[in-house]
């Protein structure tokens, strides 16, 4: 039983989960109450079978014990399936036992293998199926034979029960197994749509100035497990294709190894459902484009179990359900992260605003209090922009303010911040910096940095402070504005450092 292997195409995670624990519970009723009847009953017992009984029921527990600890409570369809099966075969060997150790003559026992071929058929497929039947047939001639039956008698009854347990098998697989693979397929549908939900609810409670494919990546990194029950696949990745490069680059994946993410990047139909705007579905593979992130377009190639290609009605569905659903939240993904950085950002430069500005500060005070570091912040000041925007026009004057944002940017630090304060003003928080420190950075900028301020016809003025500890921000700033002021009516182009109010 531990080689056997099913491909599961119908029961969901929660219905097979479900009908485990509903299987250990009728069997621990069940075979209880069938020892009470051997026990009672006028039949001569032999107990070494009742043991033998006992200790299926034993080792099925122990089984599933095993199971959830080494699976630790994550198990998938397939596994919990596994499992169900071998409690059933396990839990159907117990009843062997006990009817073979009550010496029933007259198969009072036998009826109850259907119970367990019940069970089977309805969370199973169709291999499942053939395999308890199988095993329960076996069975029942085996329990037949050791009661006696022979000839002529052990013929009829082995029809009889053969019959009825492939046409319970055949009508439940035509009405069960088709009502589950429409309802668990909704269900499985609608339990991704809500994950997707819930990720999202999470993310924006949680979300900070990130870019959109990182938090577009956990969002889908919540999703894909669940993609397996709606389309069965062996693998699943979500790969991004730069439009520069035409790469398929991998951003999320579901039981994927290197090698298999490697296969799947070189799939041409990646690049088909991407001119395509659609699924496009082979025996063995799926694409289908899911919406776009910073980092390019979008899409979801898929390694289908092989139980799956004949079912190709439901996977032209299922492909344009999960390309609905992915594309829906990868969508309201950027929007958020959008409306978030729009919030945060000067619209102009791209430079962090007056609100980044003072979130920022307010983290940097609380990081300098607890590692005991100083804090500078800086601010710079274009001298004379109003002659320049009146000589050259706004438009130029935009394109220098966004000019010299870049040149701010790339020379300073990762860890530094620099954010527009206004008209042609611009603030600088520089964390772990002393006096020194920044006067050394403000005067190359003032100078020239690594790409050459000095070639803009405007030059700089700078006030710098560090924090004393005590003020709050906007104390904070004012001082550093102070500071440009005493720089601007020193004649401009020059950097002013002061420590404390009482330097004014």
């Not at 095993?135 to 013929?155: C, P």
């Not at 069965?232 to 730069?242: L, Q, W």
Request: charged fraction near 20%; glycine fraction near 8%; aromatic fraction near 8%.
């Amino acid at each position: 039983m531990a080689i056997v292997r099913f491909d599961l195409a119908h029961p969901t995670q929660r219905q097979v989960r479900e009908g485990l624990i509903s299987g250990v519970i009728a069997e621990s009723v069940a075979i209880p109450v069938l020892l009470t009847a051997v026990v009672v009953g006028q039949h001569p017992t032999r107990w070494g079978f009742i043991l033998g009984a006992l200790a299926c029921f034993v080792v099925a527990i122990v089984y599933l014990a095993f199971s959830i600890v080494f699976t630790k409570g994550r198990s998938g369809v397939n596994t919990h399936a596994h499992v169900a099966f071998v409690m059933v075969c396990l839990a159907l060997s117990a009843l062997g036992f006990i009817a073979i150790g009550a010496s029933d003559k007259f198969g009072v026992f036998t009826p109850a293998v259907l119970v367990g071929v019940t069970f089977v058929c309805i969370i199973g497929d169709r291999w499942m199926r053939i395999a308890i039947d199988s095993y329960a047939i076996a069975l029942v001639a085996l329990i037949s034979w050791a009661q006696g039956f022979r000839g002529s008698e052990l013929a009829s009854l082995m029809i009889v029960y053969s019959s009825t347990i492939v046409i319970v098998t055949w009508i439940i697989g035509r009405t069960v197994g088709s009502l589950n693979g429409t309802v668990n397929f909704q269900a499985a549908v609608d339990a991704l749509n809500q994950t997707f939900d819930d990720a999202e609810t999470q993310e924006a409670e949680t979300q900070d100035a990130e870019a959109s494919t990182a938090i577009i990546r956990r969002v889908l990194d919540e999703g894909l497990p669940l993609v397996t029950d709606i389309m069965p696949a062996g693998s699943v990745v979500v790969f991004a294709r730069s439009g520069r490069l035409g790469r398929f680059t991998p951003l999320v994946s579901w039981h994927a190894d290197q090698q298999t993410i490697t296969e799947l990047a070189e799939l041409p139909e990646l690049a088909q459902a991407l001119r395509a705007d659609a699924p496009v579905l082979t025996e063995s593979h799926c694409a289908i484009p899911v919406g776009y992130c910073i980092d390019g377009e979008l899409v979801m190639a898929i390694a289908r179990a092989a139980a799956d290609a004949r079912l190709t009605h439901r996977a032209d569905e299922a492909s344009r359900l999960l390309g609905a659903a992915f594309a829906r939240v990868t969508s309201r993904a950027n929007y958020v992260s959008g409306l978030h950085v729009e919030s945060r950002t000067d619209p102009l430069t791209g430079l962090a605003n007056r609100r980044s500005l003072f979130e920022r500060i307010e983290m940097e005070m609380s990081h300098a209090l607890r590692s005991e570091s100083p804090l500078s912040v800086a601010m710079i000041d274009l001298d004379h922009f109003k002659n320049y925007n009146d000589r050259f026009g706004h438009v130029a004057g935009d394109t220098l303010l966004r000019s010299i944002a870049a040149v701010m940017v790339s020379n300073v630090r990762g860890q530094d911040l620099v954010a527009r304060y206004g008209g042609e003003e611009f603030c600088l928080v520089l964390p772990d910096t002393d006096l020194v420190g920044g006067h050394h950075l403000l005067e190359t900028l003032r100078t020239g940095g690594r790409d050459a301020v000095s070639e803009f016809p405007v030059t700089l003025s700078a006030g710098l402070t560090s924090w004393d500890g005590f003020e709050d921000p906007n104390s904070f700033i004012e001082r550093a504005d102070q500071a440009l002021y005493r720089a601007k009516a020193g004649g401009r182009n020059r950097v002013v450092s002061i420590q404390a109010f009482t330097e004014f």
